[in-house]
């Protein structure tokens, strides 16, 4: 082989831009297609895999980035998350750092105005599991059913347990909670 073809080879493949071409979410590996070429199965960078990980699956024609130091592709490594026609960004404005999914569930933290917002799917569902407990700060407004399944305390005084004073029969009013 020409040498200089093989080193021409080599440089082109060091850095090459594709999309994501199939997915194999159980191992980790993706193929991506760049032109003509469609490499074998490659890792995919996530978010961070050490102690703390973040991982988002890549999807079908995503566009990607092909990281391969020697110029051997079958060595390279992807790089997800490119913004395009298909894919665009979600907003435009600069403080806002958000997450949009496929069935239209969306969180985001808007620097500008302090506000982090949850808009969720019409069946969708948050679980919070907090053996520890849950501790909330300022004012809190409810609006729908709220189910409580042992019981609610608001100033010390018990919604299922608490008594009253001056209690009378007819059309008066209780005292108040005890």
Request: charged share 15%; proline share 6%.
């Amino acid at each position: 082989m020409n040498p200089i073809a093989e080193l021409r080879r080599r440089l082109d493949n060091m850095i090459r831009p594709g999309t994501v071409y199939a997915v194999d979410a159980d191992r980790g590996f993706v193929r991506v297609k760049s032109g003509q070429l469609l490499t074998d199965w490659l890792r995919y960078f996530v978010g961070s895999a050490g102690s703390v990980r973040h991982h988002a699956t890549p999807t079908l024609n995503e566009q990607c980035v092909v990281f391969s130091p020697s110029g051997e592709m079958g060595a390279g490594f992807v790089l997800v998350g490119l913004n395009s026609d298909e894919f665009p960004a979600p907003s435009q404005n600069p403080e806002l750092d958000s997450t949009t999914y496929a069935d239209g569930t969306w969180f985001g933290y808007d620097q500008g105005t302090g506000d982090m917002t949850v808009v969720m799917t019409a069946d969708g569902q948050i679980h919070i599991s907090a053996p520890g407990g849950i501790n909330i700060t300022g004012p809190l407004n409810i609006s729908g059913l709220v189910t409580v399944s042992e019981d609610v305390i608001a100033a010390g005084i018990s919604l299922v347990n608490h008594q009253t004073t001056g209690v009378t029969s007819g059309n008066d009013l209780s005292g108040p909670p005890q």
